[in-house]
């Protein structure tokens, strides 16, 4: 009896094998008819995007230049002699600086009002408040940013900008980082 039930298991075994094999040739067989096209017509196929395209004499879809991306304001149109920052294209204030650090680091303007800084390993801007009015200072201190980048307000502020009072401003306003102040802030 020990010998049949051995008999009966290994047939089991072997029908469970089997059908395990089966069904993955028909698994695979089902994956080559899927790929062979069974409509020999041409068809195009357009796809979507929610980006903005524009069609090139082929009839396809092509990306628009990140310079023809319309955005709201509209992005400067980079000029001879500018550099981009941020997907922004401002003027070449390296040309026009104070003075650079050692390390790259490029003081802009530096006065007794403020100083403005942009540091170059981390692509950032630092505008110091230096003033002791506080809102007189920082007001200069941006209007002269602007125009030394040759930007409006809105572009401004995709450009990453923070705004520091140090220690020796005496306002009351020490030790705290600000945004620009014409920027919508979170």
Do not use: W
């Not at 500018?82 to 003081?107: C, M, Y």
């Amino acid at each position: 009896m020990l010998n049949n039930k051995r008999v009966l298991l290994i047939i089991i075994t072997l029908g469970v094998v089997l059908v395990v094999i089966l069904i993955g040739f028909a698994f695979i067989r089902s994956m080559k008819d899927s790929k062979t096209n069974t409509n020999p017509s041409p068809t195009a196929i357009i796809p979507t995007s929610p980006f903005p395209t524009a069609f090139t004499n082929s009839k396809l879809p092509t990306p628009i230049p990140d310079h023809e991306v319309p955005t709201e304001p509209p992005t400067p149109i980079p000029k001879p002699g500018d550099v981009i920052l941020d997907g922004i294209a401002v003027k070449d204030f390296k040309k026009t600086a104070a003075r650079t650090t050692d390390t790259g680091d490029v003081i802009l303007v530096e006065n007794d009002q403020y100083q403005i800084v942009f540091y170059d390993s981390i692509q950032e801007f630092k505008i110091f408040i230096k003033g002791n009015d506080f809102e007189q200072s920082r007001s200069l201190a941006e209007q002269s940013f602007l125009q030394k980048l040759q930007l409006d307000e809105a572009n401004a502020c995709r450009l990453f900008v923070d705004e520091f009072i140090p220690q020796s401003a005496q306002n009351e306003y020490v030790g705290l980082t600000f945004g620009l102040s014409f920027c919508e802030h979170e």
